[in-house]
């Protein structure tokens, strides 16, 4: 039989079968504020357009580019005094643990807590917890954070940047998506990589591909120039990852996926008129059940011509140039 929650609503009752509710930080860039909030909707249903997000799912904080942390709640209450009551119940079976305080951006100035104050708050919850404090290597660690009038506490998670680490890749190619925004675009494209399987048919240098990779997503790609295909599959093993990487135009793909992520080519050596894009589309509506496209010029009417229908979208902005990134099923 499941615990029932008492009527405060604090008690973890059986953390097996309780529903964990987890707080993310965000930070972003104003030019990538849509792609964030596309992002958002994409992996958790919802989009605050804010720095915090709270939502019942779950996900690794460094699959996100946008992510800073992750507080899974155990406690939360209306008071400091009254977490740090809670906190003393808190039971770690001998683990050593370090605290953390999450500041919150969206806080006004005058409710912002100092550095002093900060750290504080840090030792006093430190002390409250019945286990041995470890500033180097804890074996769990603490999230402890001011949301919307409420104090939180939890097990914390900070995000690492892997997209930022595959900047530095072997081979690069003038017209690829940075880094960032390729790591997005999967997220949006695959939130949840469970039993997905996935393409990108036009993978260029493997910019996309590494990205997916790198979050265990089951991906391949292909593409028609012969000549770029080394450079992909060379910065695919620069980073320690595998993945199928295959000669070959979109029009003569076979097989079926549950997602393909299409960057239409549009530089100087990969010009290709409307009538060729909507081949290419069609060609992904044949074997994709889902696409998210990647364009610099208006492709609507192409993807209803192909038996799309767009269901949302967002703009990459950098500097002058803008990128449009449209989800279709």
Not at 51 to 61: Q, Y
Not at 184 to 189: L, P
Not at 208 to 225: H, K, P, W, Y
């Amino acid at each position: 039989m499941k615990k029932e929650r008492k009527k405060d609503g604090n008690s973890l009752g059986d953390t097996k079968q309780k529903i964990m509710n987890y707080i993310y930080t965000y930070a972003y860039p104003e030019d990538e504020k849509s792609l964030c909030g596309l992002e958002m909707r994409s992996m958790f249903g919802v989009d605050t357009f804010s720095n915090i997000l709270e939502s019942k799912v779950e996900i690794d904080p460094s699959r996100s580019p946008f992510i800073k942390e992750r507080i899974a709640v155990l406690f939360e209450e209306n008071s400091l005094q009254k977490l740090l009551e809670k906190t003393a119940t808190l039971q770690l079976s001998g683990a050593t643990f370090k605290v953390i305080y999450v500041k919150n951006a969206s806080l006004a100035n005058a409710d912002k807590e100092g550095y002093e104050i900060r750290r504080k708050i840090e030792r006093e919850i430190g002390l409250h917890i019945n286990g041995e404090a470890d500033f180097q290597d804890p074996g769990r660690l603490f999230g402890v954070m001011n949301v919307n009038d409420r104090w939180i506490f939890g097990d914390y998670v900070k995000s690492e940047a892997v997209w930022y680490r595959h900047q530095k890749k072997p081979h690069g190619y003038s017209t690829a998506l940075n880094t960032r925004v390729a790591r997005a675009v999967v997220n949006i494209a695959i939130p949840n990589p469970s039993n997905i399987k996935a393409i990108d048919p036009c993978c260029g240098i493997g910019t996309v591909l590494v990205e997916a990779r790198s979050m265990g997503i089951d991906i391949v790609g292909s593409d028609r120039n012969h000549l770029i295909l080394p450079g992909a599959r060379a910065n695919i093993k620069h980073f320690g990852l595998t993945g199928e990487v295959d000669l070959a135009d979109i029009r003569d793909i076979t097989g079926q996926f549950d997602v393909g992520i299409i960057d239409l080519p549009y530089n100087l050596c990969s010009v290709i008129t409307p009538e060729e894009q909507l081949e290419m589309l069609k060609s992904a509506r044949r074997f994709a059940k889902k696409v998210v496209v990647v364009t610099v010029e208006p492709i609507d009417e192409i993807l209803v011509k192909a038996g799309f229908t767009i269901v949302d979208r967002a703009v990459a902005k950098k500097g002058l140039f803008t990128r449009e990134v449209i989800v279709c099923f």
